[in-house]
């Protein structure tokens, strides 16, 4: 079992940066792959970036290459979203998950653990 809590979100202006972090609970963190996901009013949740368990390879939506880095510090159970040159269609509640299952890191159904979200607004 795992418990994710995201933390960072908040109101920016275009260009700002900022950076989201997701505390996973257990002794296990390094044993998933994590991603991170976004879902804006009335869309559907989509992928952002995700992180191997352990080669540390990342993978990013094409609409953030670039401008967002997925990292994570297994000795603080933590994966982190570094975002910059952000644009007010970056605003979502964003979600960082947890898979245990090997493979591609795109769909939401290949998660088992959720965070709650955390609300980033990027106003212009």
């Known amino acids: 079992q795992v418990q994710l809590v995201e933390s960072g979100g908040g109101l920016v202006q275009a260009g700002d940066s900022l950076r989201l972090s997701c505390a996973a609970s257990?002794?296990?963190?390094?044993?998933?792959?994590m991603g991170w996901f976004r879902q804006a009013p009335g869309k559907e949740r989509e992928f952002v970036a995700g992180?191997?368990?352990?080669?540390?390879?990342?993978y990013y939506a094409d609409s953030v290459k670039g401008r967002f880095t997925i990292f994570r510090d297994n000795a603080k159970n933590t994966v982190y979203l570094q975002m910059k040159s952000l644009k007010p269609e970056d605003t979502a509640v964003y979600y960082c998950?947890?898979?245990?299952?090997?493979?591609?890191?795109?769909?939401?159904?290949?998660?088992?653990?959720w965070g709650q979200g955390t609300q980033v607004t990027v106003s212009l």
């Open positions: 257990g002794r296990t963190f390094s044993s998933y792959d």
């Open positions: 992180i191997d368990r352990s080669d540390g390879n990342t």
């Open positions: 998950a947890a898979k245990g299952s090997l493979g591609s890191f795109y769909y939401t159904q290949l998660y088992h653990y």
